[in-house]
């Protein structure tokens, strides 16, 4: 199962291997089809792959570090 997700990161998060741990503590591959990182704000368009139940599970935990994440429909990345 595939899920595009927008990723917008505090800034005390902006250093930190997130995508990285998460990808490996749920399996999930992720695809990053977009970033804008400066010192103060981090913006990711991700394509996520995996089981569904760790992907929800993978995603919720970006939620609990204080991620903002945002479920993209379809097939259009802007």
Known sequence: MKRR?????????????VIFTMAKKYDVLPNIRRARVTDTVG???????GEEVNLEK?????????????????????
């Open 5 to 17: 997700v927008k990723l917008t990161f505090p800034q005390q998060l902006i250093k930190e291997p």
């Open 43 to 49: 913006e990711m368009i991700l394509e996520l792959e």
């Open 58 to 78: 993978g995603i919720q935990a970006l939620r609990d570090q204080g991620i903002e994440v945002e479920l993209i429909e379809g097939d259009v990345i802007e």
